[in-house]
């Protein structure tokens, strides 16, 4: 069983938008503060946001401020990241990663491909 599974991403034209999801299961998502990452090729994996397991606090990456947001619904198990005014250098693979705070463990997704390209 996969604990996290992302899904959403494709190809957007520059300056198009796009809402990956992140489902959850086999773990308490309630109490787990979710991270969006993404690795560029040839990139080091990159931090892009991050939301507390009670969803009142997101901290974003500083070239994604005002055109990302993330979020979170804990009855669906799920993280989202909303993604506005794509640029072709938020293309990457993203990467949903889960961290619960009372175990400890983390948990990461296989990850989806974002392309934005004309």
């Known amino acids: 069983q996969v604990p996290l599974a992302e899904s959403g991403g494709g190809l957007v034209q520059p300056g198009g938008s796009l809402r990956l999801s992140c489902v959850a299961s086999g773990f308490t998502f309630s109490t787990s503060i979710m991270y969006w990452y993404r690795q560029a090729p040839g990139k080091e994996r990159e931090l892009v946001a991050s939301i507390s397991t009670s969803g009142d606090v997101t901290n974003y990456l500083d070239s994604v401020k005002g055109r990302f947001t993330i979020s979170r619904d804990n009855v669906k198990n799920t993280v989202y990241l909303q993604m506005n005014s794509l640029k072709p250098e938020d293309t990457a693979v993203y990467y949903c990663?889960?961290?619960?705070?009372?175990?400890?463990?983390?948990?990461w997704g296989q990850g989806t491909q974002v392309t934005v390209s004309s």
């Open positions: 990663k889960a961290h619960n705070i009372y175990s400890g463990r983390d948990y």
